[in-house]
């Protein structure tokens, strides 16, 4: 082999896409069929136009405007529903005592 000749390429040539444009649900003679190029459906669907399907429901439509909510609501900001220390700190308590409550509860389960 030399440097100026072209390359090989090994194993078989390809066999290009093909089709029979019929789907055998009886076992009919396949070899009877016509084979088509895939390639030329590919280009003629291609300049097809899509057309979506039409919707069976209503049109969707949001039911919160958030935009319009704060523009009529301007007393709602993070500080005024944000928790005094103190009342953090007892909620803080009570969370302690649930997730306590639900910490024995699941190492009693375990010892059973």
């Not at 899509?50 to 405007?65: C, G, I, L, N, S």
């Not at 700190?89 to 375990?110: C, N, P, S, V």
């Amino acid at each position: 082999m030399t440097d100026n000749a072209p390359a090989k390429s090994r194993g078989r040539p390809a066999i290009p896409l093909s089709w029979t444009r019929l789907i055998s649900v009886c076992h009919d003679d396949l070899g009877a069929s016509s084979i088509y190029p895939i390639a030329t459906d590919k280009l003629v669907a291609a300049g097809l136009p899509v057309v979506p399907r039409t919707r069976r429901q209503a049109p969707w439509t949001p039911y919160f405007w958030p935009k319009d909510f704060t523009r009529s609501h301007k007393d709602m900001t993070f500080e005024n529903y944000q928790l005094s220390k103190a009342r953090m700190l007892k909620y803080g308590k009570l969370l302690t005592k649930e997730r306590k409550k639900i910490r024995d509860r699941a190492l009693d389960m375990e010892q059973v």
